[in-house]
């Protein structure tokens, strides 16, 4: 494992001249930076962040991360105006990215380089008015905590493995560990070797407090942090779960992993090969699958894509109320113009009859209710072996695509934000309308081919 470790940091770790083009960009946009702020306000201080500050990037993966701190006094929309204002006059010249995070903020790619200039109060240790402004305080814990070249390079070995395995980027499309994590889990291990090792025996709500802010008290820590997997307390704010973006299905990919390369160790984790697939193949081994398309504007991704799951997750359940069994779900989207939920379901089309669960005979009063709902309805019914009611009805929808369409014409589980989109247009769909739809196979693949690669060590073995 030893020499794999030392051939993966060959290429990860930046070299002099890429250390040099870095340094040259960040105290031109710096001083840009600098000079467009002193033209709105008069108290401000741009700051590094980020893992170029920190030391922990990976060779050829660097982003600029320029902080405008500006005065706690400032009033929300005035901060927000301001900052943008500045951050357009530094970006001149460049084509430049609207993103939004708790307030939005602008990026811009300079000879290959993502410089993303985000303002934030520049407050004391407590006093956050907004989430980034805990920045400055990360960056300098972190500093004063992987002081050595080894342990900076422990983390670049971890984040290059969590990228391997697609478990990196709190983003909400991913659910998984932020850069910040995988430095904080460095701090707490030592080496990526020991992280891999200590997290194959974590529990379900392991938790990791590396300032004892908590001293041990579960209780407390459990009740703060009722529905995190994974409980990260942030040195710099004991009230922050620095792990909470991560998901249960994130962690278990994590921890399937460490337990595989501890076995195996390989290239693979870091480098995984990409998969060549013929669809066509690939999806008679699946169930049938039946997909919802929604067309709409550029939309931004972490509102669109909460609502997108929540869409799905009540759809699922109606169609699962309504008698289909349901394998697996998955929502997908461009954010630009289109995106698409995949359902796969065991059969698209079911049977018109279906056992109707009724009270014991003991039971009178239910007994009774049960008999005249369904009698008066002709439905066939009988006392069984179990000592129960039983009836036998039948479905006025068997076809998922007709059940789908019925759902959202009824119009209670769509989210606010997708009324609009659903407006404009949607198509309901199984396998031959997506396979003429070339735009969507891209999401079909990633759809059918999401695996645990590393499984693949298990394959043929008894």
Same mark, same amino acid.
Request: charged share 35%; glycine share 6%.
């Given at each position: 494992?030893?020499?794999?470790?030392?051939?993966?940091?060959?290429?990860?770790?930046?070299?002099?001249?890429?250390?040099?083009?870095?340094?040259?960009?960040?105290?031109?946009?710096?001083?840009?930076?600098?000079?467009?702020?002193?033209?709105?306000?008069?108290?401000?201080?741009?700051?590094?962040?980020?893992?170029?500050?920190?030391?922990?990037?990976?060779?050829?993966?660097?982003?600029?991360?320029?902080?405008?701190?500006?005065?706690?006094?400032?009033?929300?929309?005035?901060?927000?105006?301001?900052?943008?204002?500045?951050?357009?006059?530094?970006?001149?010249?460049?084509?430049?990215?609207?993103?939004?995070?708790?307030?939005?903020?602008?990026?811009?790619?300079?000879?290959?380089?993502?410089?993303?200039?985000?303002?934030?109060?520049?407050?004391?240790?407590?006093?956050?008015?907004?989430?980034?402004?805990?920045?400055?305080?990360?960056? /300098?814990?972190?500093?004063?905590?992987?002081? $050595?070249?080894?342990?900076?390079?422990?983390?670049?070995?971890?984040?290059?493995?969590?990228? +391997?395995?697609? !478990?990196?980027g709190a983003e909400v499309t991913v659910k998984g560990f932020s850069g910040y994590l995988c430095e904080l889990l460095i701090i707490?291990?030592?080496?990526?070797?020991?992280?891999? /090792?200590?997290?194959? /025996?974590?529990?379900?709500? !392991?938790?990791?407090?590396?300032?004892?802010?908590?001293?041990?008290?579960?209780?407390?820590?459990?009740?703060?942090?009722?529905?995190?997997?994974?409980?990260?307390?942030?040195?710099?704010?004991?009230?922050?779960?620095?792990?909470?973006?991560?998901?249960?299905? !994130?962690?278990?990919?994590?921890?399937?992993?460490?337990?595989?390369?501890?076995?195996?160790?390989?290239?693979?984790?870091?480098?995984?090969?990409?998969?060549?697939?013929?669809?066509? $193949?690939?999806?008679?081994?699946?169930?049938?699958?039946?997909?919802?398309?929604?067309?709409?504007?550029?939309?931004?991704?972490?509102?669109?894509?909460?609502q997108l799951e929540r869409l799905s997750r009540k759809l699922v359940r109606r169609l699962e109320?309504?008698?289909?069994?349901?394998?697996?779900?998955?929502?997908?989207?461009?954010?630009?113009?289109?995106?698409?939920?995949?359902?796969?379901?065991?059969?698209?089309?079911?049977?018109?009859?279906?056992?109707?669960?009724?009270?014991?005979?003991?039971?009178?009063?239910?007994?009774?209710?049960?008999?005249?709902?369904?009698?008066?309805? +002709?439905?066939?019914?009988?006392?069984?072996?179990?000592?129960?009611?039983?009836?036998?009805?039948?479905?006025?929808?068997?076809?998922?695509?007709?059940?789908?369409?019925?759902?959202?014409?009824?119009?209670?589980?769509?989210?606010?934000?997708?009324?609009?989109?659903?407006?404009?247009?949607?198509?309901?769909?199984?396998?031959?309308?997506?396979?003429?739809?070339?735009?969507?196979?891209?999401?079909?693949?990633?759809?059918?081919?999401?695996?645990?690669?590393?499984?693949? !060590?298990?394959?043929?073995?008894?």
């Open positions: 494992m030893e020499d794999l470790l030392k051939q993966i940091l060959k290429d990860i770790v930046p070299n002099e001249n890429e250390r040099k083009k870095i340094k040259e960009i960040v105290q031109r946009f710096k001083k840009k930076t600098e000079e467009a702020a002193s033209h709105y306000v008069k108290e401000y201080e741009v700051f590094l962040g980020g893992s170029v500050r920190k030391d922990t990037w990976i060779s050829g993966e660097a982003d600029i991360d320029l902080f405008l701190l500006l005065s706690p006094t400032l009033p929300r929309e005035e901060f927000r105006r301001i900052g943008l204002k500045i951050a357009e006059e530094a970006l001149k010249g460049y084509k430049k990215i609207k993103r939004f995070a708790e307030h939005p903020y602008l990026e811009a790619y300079v000879d290959g380089i993502r410089v993303s200039i985000v303002p934030a109060y520049k407050t004391s240790k407590g006093k956050w008015i907004s989430s980034v402004d805990r920045t400055p305080f990360h960056v /300098k814990y972190v500093e004063s905590n992987l002081r $050595d070249e080894n342990a900076r390079n422990q983390v670049r070995l971890l984040k290059k493995f969590m990228k +391997g395995i697609g !478990t990196y707490k291990y030592g080496t990526f070797k020991s992280l891999l /090792k200590n997290a194959v /025996k974590w529990k379900e709500r !392991t938790i990791i407090d590396l300032e004892n802010y908590y001293k041990g008290d579960l209780e407390t820590i459990i009740r703060v942090f009722p529905r995190d997997p994974l409980i990260v307390i942030d040195p710099v704010d004991p009230s922050r779960n620095v792990a909470a973006a991560v998901s249960k299905r !994130t962690l278990g990919r994590f921890v399937s992993a460490c337990r595989s390369f501890l076995k195996n160790p390989s290239k693979c984790f870091f480098y995984p090969e990409k998969r060549e697939i013929k669809i066509e $193949d690939e999806v008679k081994r699946h169930g049938k699958i039946i997909f919802l398309l929604l067309k709409h504007g550029r939309m931004v991704e972490d509102i669109l894509y909460p109320e309504m008698g289909f069994n349901i394998l697996r779900w998955r929502p997908f989207s461009d954010f630009k113009s289109k995106s698409v939920i995949f359902i796969e379901l065991e059969s698209d089309i079911i049977s018109e009859n279906y056992l109707h669960l009724g009270p014991s005979f003991f039971n009178e009063f239910h007994e009774e209710s049960f008999l005249k709902k369904n009698l008066s309805k +002709g439905f066939f019914v009988w006392i069984d072996e179990d000592g129960k009611w039983k009836a036998i009805k039948r479905r006025k929808i068997t076809n998922a695509k007709e059940a789908i369409k019925s759902v959202l014409k009824e119009g209670k589980i769509i989210p606010h934000g997708l009324k609009e989109a659903l407006k404009a247009e949607i198509f309901i769909g199984g396998m031959e309308e997506l396979m003429k739809r070339r735009g969507l196979l891209k999401f079909l693949k990633d759809f059918l081919t999401i695996r645990e690669f590393w499984i693949g !060590t298990y394959e043929g073995s008894n």
